[in-house]
């Protein structure tokens, strides 16, 4: 692990939420959470409202929306925040509005069945991105058809960011708290859990007060809140949630996580029946005029925000999706904005680490500060010189959370962590 400090990195604090303009055009990639790309239902030059599903390979896959009303003007091929490229629908903002500006009737989601819920998942979008973006309907099948009803299972809900450069679900968290912890309880209805961990970044005792409230008149469910120690990176993954948890004496055999906006975009698709269509996402670095929290459509591209900022003070170097530790590197300004894209970071030449990749100096940094003790440098040797390792070594690549503290560790600049996920998707 890695103390904060040590990172030589700014955090910014954000006070106020900004309502990002809604754009002339938006481009939505064709991609659903699991990386299928979809077949489109809509021709060229057809009309389309806002929220309607415009792509979706089956009833059991993540739908993909229109996020305005307009006119569907065609398809290019786009890079996307993860660094790929795909397939993208382009629609000319054109009509009224179906849900902006709307107060959406609340529905009594207890009389669902969990394939309701489900349903209303794979219909409205929703995803997690605890960890990697996955469909939130399908995380919970696997789950559910997998779990042994005889263990004692926990639902793990995380308030904050796992990369510690992101404030985002801090920011939602604050001021969606009540439709978050909502949004976990129905989660829990859809996997019938009985039990769930609000896990928090800072002070816990709003969110305790609000958790008791809500489930004060529940005789079945139990709750509890715990504080991360933040302070050190990795603090957010699955292997440290759990330690966290067993530290506080929590009982369980297995527990499934997620994190906050998860819960909130669960709270909108089954509570008031809403897709996604909206995305909180965090601007900051030095290069821009003002850094911001923005509510903003999904498809709007990066430029536009960029422009709500101010535009740029000064020269950028490098653009990061999600986060500086775990991110993405992008150039394109016309990246349109995704349902997992969390922040994006502008960063000057002047605060760029040196980045020429030398030859391992055998230092040992990397497998010294992995939380998994995985020894990094002989996988790396493995996987690109071909040397012969031992089958245990090997084998330990699939224990790695791609948390990318050997990245950060590693004086010669070499790629481990993408060497490791490479070398897991081989070994699978």
């Known amino acids: 692990m890695i103390s904060i400090q040590k990172l030589h990195c700014d955090f910014p604090q954000f006070k106020d939420l900004v309502d990002a303009y809604i754009p002339p055009f938006v481009i939505i990639p064709l991609k659903n959470a699991d990386g299928e790309l979809c077949t489109s239902k809509v021709a060229e030059n ?13 009833k059991s896959s993540s739908a993909i929306h229109s996020t305005v009303p307009g ?5 290019r091929t786009v890079s996307i925040p993860n660094g790929k490229k795909t397939n993208a629908l382009i629609i000319r903002t054109d009509g009224s509005f179906s849900y902006l500006g709307r107060n ?55 308030l904050f960011d796992s990369d ?86 929590c009982v369980f055999d297995e ?44 498809g709007t591209p990066i430029r536009k925000l960029v422009e709500e900022c101010g535009g740029f003070k000064q020269s950028v170097y490098k653009i990061v999706t999600n986060g500086l530790i775990k991110g993405t590197a992008v150039s394109d300004l016309d990246t349109p904005v995704t349902a997992d894209l969390k922040s994006v970071t502008f960063l000057p030449r002047k605060i760029i680490p040196f980045q020429k990749q030398v030859n391992c100096i055998r230092c040992g940094n990397c497998h010294r500060s992995c939380p998994k ?40 600049r070499l790629p481990l962590a993408q060497t490791i996920s490479l070398l897991k998707g081989g070994i699978k």
């Open 46 to 58: 057809t009309r389309v409202s806002e929220g309607e599903i415009i792509a979706q390979n089956t």
């Open 255 to 298: 527990m499934i996580a997620i994190d906050a906006e998860a819960a909130f975009t669960t709270y909108e698709a089954v509570a008031l029946n809403k897709p996604v269509l909206e995305k909180y996402v965090q601007f900051s670095g030095s290069p821009l005029v003002s850094e911001r929290i923005f509510r903003v459509r999904v």
């Open 164 to 249: 510690p450069t992101v404030r985002t679900a801090e920011f939602l968290s604050e001021r969606k708290l009540d439709q978050i912890i909502e949004g976990a309880a129905i989660v829990a209805r859809s996997i019938a859990l009985h039990k769930i961990a609000f896990i928090v970044s800072g002070k816990s005792k709003e969110v305790t007060e609000k958790v008791k409230s809500y489930f004060c008149q529940s005789m079945s469910d139990e709750w509890f809140v715990y504080k991360a120690a933040t302070d050190i990176y990795p603090s957010g993954g699955y292997r440290e949630l759990k330690m966290l948890l067993n530290k506080n004496k």
């Open 104 to 158: 959406l009737p609340v529905t009594d989601w207890r009389k669902y069945s969990a394939a309701d819920i489900w349903s209303l998942m794979y219909d409205k979008g929703v995803i997690s991105t605890f960890e990697k973006t996955r469909s939130m309907a399908s995380m919970l099948k696997v789950f559910s058809e997998k779990r042994d009803i005889s263990r004692d299972s926990i639902l793990v809900v995380r």
């Open 373 to 412: 003790k995985i020894q990094v440098d002989k996988l790396f040797s493995y996987y690109y010189f071909h040397t012969e390792t031992n089958q245990k070594i090997i084998d330990m690549a699939s224990e790695c959370t791609e948390c990318g503290v050997c990245d950060t560790a590693c004086p010669a």
């Open 71 to 75: 006119i569907v003007t065609g398809y």
